[in-house]
Structure formats: C-alpha cells, structure tokens
C-alpha cells in the first residue's frame, strides 16, 4: 500500500519510511476532539510546521491534513486553541482598552427603565469585556455555514478548516499586536485575516459562485456569534 503522509510504498501498521499510520480514518467530529484533548501536552509533531505551512500554502498544507497526510501538523483544534488562548490573554493585558472608555451614566427615564444611552454603555462595555470569549465558538458556526455550501465535505472536516483558519488568523493579529492594539472585537486584522483564510481555503476556479458563498460565511458566523447574545442581554435588562 502507499503511505499516505511520505506517498512511499509501505506495509504494515505503520509506514517505514516516515512512522505514520498506514490506517488513517476518515475525520470524525468525536475523533477530532478526542485529538485535541490527547494532543494539548503533546507538541512532538512541531507547532512551527502548521505556522509554516499555513503560512505559505494554507490550502495545501489543509487538504494534506484533510487527506491524511497528518504526521507533522498539529491537530487544528489544539492550533485554534493554542492560538486564541494567547490572543485573548494579550488582549486582556496590553489591549489599548482606553479608545473604549465608557463611563457608565445611568440617567433614570422613570422609576422602571433605562436611557438608551445607558443602555448602549453597558451593552458596550459587555462586548468589551467578555465577547472575545465567544471566538472559541466561531469555529463550529463557521463549519456550519460552509458546510450548508458544502455538504460533500462532513461537517467534522469543516471543524478542522475553520479551526486552521480561526487559529492563525488569530496568530497574525498576535505578530500585528506590537503596532495595532486594538481590543478583539474591534481588532480589523482579526476578522480580515479570517475573511482572506476562508477565500484562500475555499476558493474553486471553476465554480466561482461557490467560492463567493463561502466567502460569506465569516459574516454570518460573525452575525450568529455576536447577534445572540446582544439579543439576550437586551432581553434580561428588559424583563428587569
């Protein structure tokens, strides 16, 4: 048989050339996390050959994963992790929170409701503090709506597309963060990196159409991500 990871001719459990795996399964949502749980101590595989290769041929180095060429690459949603981990506690220690200095000025209507503009502070601050926890959760909404434009692919397989690309669009706004410290959620490389990964990534040359569709769907996972919450929130301060 031929090794999928090295394309040398092998036999055996594993490939003498190269040690992977001559079995290498189909990507499954349960085997993904599994993955990521066994592989957070466990950096053999080199975190540099994912910043590498996603770097310079992103959508090769994840059609080579994708296909079972996974020896070298770490897993993607160990990467994403890794990645937001890190982007999140610089943002939380050396952001410029200052450009988003809401005073909280509640001015009274009457004894029951809130001015809009009270409202808008605190709905501000929120987003300031805590919103950049809910892009640990843009990965599987962002698998979601390529997958709706791409059911060939099974939605685990998604999950590791947008876990590459979520993490290291999260790894350059990390190297952009010496000269542009702005919070995540107003951070402009973040989403652009995410919206040029996605094109990158699943850009057809025939089917342009296709390519468009996907394109979109960082703005719907943006909207779904942000959109939710903002809702609830409005929802508690109007019931109270």
Not at 74 to 93: C, K, R, S
Not at 149 to 163: L, T
Request: with cysteine; proline share 3%; charged share 15%.
């Amino acid at each position: 048989m031929q090794c999928l990871n090295c394309g040398k001719e092998t036999s055996g459990n594993f490939c003498q050339h190269c040690g992977q795996k001559t079995s290498v399964e189909k990507l499954a949502l349960k085997k993904e996390i599994n993955n990521f749980l066994s592989s957070i101590t466990n950096f053999d595989k080199g975190i540099y050959k994912n910043i590498i290769g996603l770097t310079l041929h992103p959508k090769l180095t994840i059609s080579n994963y994708l296909e079972g060429k996974r020896k070298y690459i770490l897993n993607p949603l160990t990467y994403a992790f890794m990645m937001l981990t890190i982007l999140v506690l610089i943002d939380q220690n050396f952001a410029d929170h200052n450009l988003l200095n809401f005073e909280k000025r509640q001015v009274e209507i009457d004894d029951n409701s809130i001015s809009p503009f009270a409202l808008g502070v605190d709905l501000g601050e929120l987003m300031s503090n805590y919103f950049k926890y809910l892009w640990f959760l843009l990965i599987p909404v962002l698998a979601f709506w390529n997958w709706l434009f791409d059911a060939k692919k099974s939605y685990a397989e998604h999950i590791a597309i947008n876990a590459f690309v979520v993490g290291h669009a999260a790894l350059i706004t990390i190297c952009c963060f010496i000269f542009y410290k702005r919070p995540i959620i107003f951070n402009g490389i973040l989403y652009f990196a995410v919206f040029l990964y996605t094109g990158i990534v699943y850009y057809k040359p025939n089917k342009k159409l296709d390519s468009l569709f996907h394109l979109l769907s960082p703005i719907m996972g943006f909207l779904a991500l942000y959109t939710v919450p903002v809702l609830f929130f409005l929802l508690i301060r109007w019931l109270r």
